[in-house]
């Protein structure tokens, strides 16, 4: 599950202690072998004919893959680090690196001469720390649209081109809000928008909730926090304040939770920490749209019975439609007992013939352009327009592109934020209380 909502790392301290036991290259056997880890169920086959070829080409050389499911992934990895058991090579997210680089846990790979060119723009820039070294080499990227149950938007007399030229604001909630009204039935088969409508009674909500969105709101208000203007951080990258305590922001998600007050977003007790995403509760019948990430659009498509359409996210105050944009890398670990293995592998992972098979798969979009462009045929082999996914990356004019907040103490941040924000959405409490929450944060960032 390439769900974004990352739990705060534990055990920081004896993770800083390890980095001193280093294993080297001579760990016996182990220099014939890379070890990989990858937490994505749907990418595995991609990886094993990336895996076969490579050891096709280096004799001698296995590449031992090991996928785990995304909750136990980053506790079995950080246990790894503590144990001394880490494996050579893994896939990394962004809301991690900072943690894992302030941590010294990762291997600088300057010395694969990666170029920033060769991958869609900001990829690989997101992937060099503070120090100036590199820790991940580009592996794919992802972009948030907008799902929609095809027959229901139909039913409510609206069509694909509608939902593609959505506006929304913060004061009456524009074309956007009228539209997710419309498409939020009550039991009794009045929509949002009719007399009589009882939302402590509804049937069909009309946009799936996706969470409370923790500290980063991926695949909940980011689209409408970025398309306000706001930032996460006073710097695109390894910011040193968060910007919580923001007019804009807090005016922003206190109309984006008041939608489930007002019966059109499906309710926080409805998402059940993760057991009930977004995609189940449209698969469901539970709601007509969702926001929601390119890594699930095989989900999405894949439900027998569902009819699915994708949309951009809609336009904001700022004039520009706006989506998160996140590329995952493949980090090596500071101690990794086959370093020259692994270096091998990452490289050979982050070419461009690699990335070709993996988006021959239809699974992902990688990270080169030749990697992208095989995906997006794959995806129409299957009927799949990702047009949606795809055009913010290519149309600078009308859309705007934000990455994940890079800073240090990444767990520290979504530790608070995380209980402030389901605050918000499960409890309606003021967005104004995220102020103090801000204030926190950045006291832990001035350390």
Known sequence: MRFRTVAALT??????????????????????KVSYWLWDANQLPA???????FEQQNPGLDVDITQMGWADYWTKLTASFIAGTEPDVFTDHIQKFGQFADLQVLEPLDDLNIDDSAYQPGLAANWVGQDGHRYGAPKDWDTVALFYNQQMVQDAGLTGGELNRLAWNPDDGGTFEKAVAHLTVDEKGRRGDEPGFDKNNVKVYGLATGGAGDS??????????????????????WGTEYQYDSKTFQTVVDWYFGLAEKGYLAPFTDYTDGANPA????????????????????????????????AVTPV???????????????????????????????????????????????????????GTEAAVAAYKKKGIDVTAFTRPVDDKR?????????????????????????????NDAPASGLTQTNDQINFILGQ
């Open 398 to 426: 009308d859309f705007t592109t934000v990455s994940f907040p890079i800073t240090n103490y990444a767990a520290d941040v979504y530790a608070l934020m995380r209980p402030a924000m389901q605050d918000l959405y499960a």
């Open 47 to 53: 990886y094993e004919a990336c895996a076969k070829d």
């Open 216 to 237: 980063d709101g991926q695949t909940t208000w980011s689209p409408f926090v970025a398309s306000a203007g706001w930032n996460y951080t006073d710097k695109k990258r």
């Open 279 to 310: 995609n189940a509760q449209v698969a469901a019948g539970k709601a007509a749209t969702a926001i929601d990430g390119a890594w699930l659009i095989s989900a999405y498509y894949g439900t027998e019975g569902l009819d699915i359409g994708t």
């Open 316 to 370: 904001g105050p700022t004039g520009r439609s706006a989506t998160m944009m996140n590329g995952l890398a493949d980090s090596i670990t500071k101690n990794a007992p086959n370093k020259a293995g692994a270096r091998k592998w990452v490289q050979y992972l982050a070419s461009d013939e690699c990335q070709r098979t993996v988006g021959g798969f239809g699974i992902v979009f990688p990270a080169t352009p030749d």
């Open 11 to 32: 055990g920081a301290l004896a993770l800083s202690l390890v980095t001193g036991c280093a294993q080297g290259d001579s760990a016996g056997g182990a220099r014939n």
